[in-house]
């Protein structure tokens, strides 16, 4: 069975700090996606990233950067200088491939904190 | 700019009565998902769909029922509303299976039963 892990429920952090939220994940599948998502305090998730598990190149977006390791399970996510704006819950989550596509399993949410 | 809606976007109610929960995408989606976030965050599976006149269960045993008779609506049913049906509902939909395609998410219903 799939499992998606997020350790840090609350991060706080001062603006301009950078903080990293932690994924590790479970499954006994070698293909397999694994995502993040943003919901802010207006309640809708946002995709912000899809990895599958035979790209293992770190990407960048901006502020944000993602760090996938298959060795220790582990899809971090960075954001580089946080502003008040990135104040929202992150979620990890991992889907294994099948015909049907609807397995994606969401890790419990880091809620980031963002003062000014 | 929201392709896919879902109202209301809060509702207290009190128990035994019949609720649902509408969640309209404009964006043509064949894949359609409810899912269920209690307070501690976690987001559960609580019905999806592939298309019109298909619904399966999700993961998270729901008393909620939902049909889908038009691609654009996925209407969410509590029959007799409970305390323990207080949360929040995400309606979600993808172009393509959810390893594929990113899931578009409402706004979300706050739901509370008293």
């Known amino acids: 069975a799939q499992k998606v892990t997020q350790a840090q429920t609350e991060i706080s952090v001062v603006e301009k700090e950078d903080v990293t939220l932690d994924c590790v994940y479970e499954?006994?599948?070698?293909?397999?996606?694994l995502f993040w998502y943003k919901q802010p305090p207006s309640g809708e998730l946002v995709f912000l990233i899809r990895?599958?598990?035979?790209?293992?190149q770190n990407e960048i977006s901006g502020r944000y950067s993602w760090n996938f390791q298959k060795s220790t399970s582990s899809f971090n996510f960075t954001i580089t200088a946080s502003q008040v704006v990135d104040s929202a819950v992150y979620f990890c989550a991992l889907d294994e491939f099948k015909a049907a596509g609807n397995k994606l399993t969401f890790g419990g949410g880091t809620r980031v904190l963002v003062k000014p | 700019e929201a392709d896919i809606y879902q109202t209301p976007r809060y509702l207290v109610i009190g128990t035994g009565k019949k609720i649902t929960l509408e969640c309209s995408q404009t964006m043509g989606h064949d894949k359609m998902y409810w899912y269920q976030q209690d307070p501690g965050m976690e987001l559960h599976l609580i019905h999806y769909?592939?298309?019109?006149?298909?619904?399966e269960k999700g993961d998270l045993s729901s008393e909620s029922t939902v049909s889908r008779i038009r691609t654009e609506h996925f209407p969410l049913t509590l029959e007799s509303a409970r305390p323990s049906h207080t949360s929040q509902y995400l309606c979600?939909?993808?172009?393509?299976?959810?390893?594929?395609?990113?899931?578009?998410f409402g706004n979300g219903t706050r739901l509370t039963v008293t």
């Open positions: 499954t006994r599948d070698t293909t397999y996606y």
């Open positions: 990895r599958n598990s035979f790209d293992e």
């Open positions: 979600a939909s993808s172009i393509g299976p959810t390893y594929n395609s990113p899931l578009h």
């Open positions: 769909s592939y298309g019109v006149n298909s619904t």
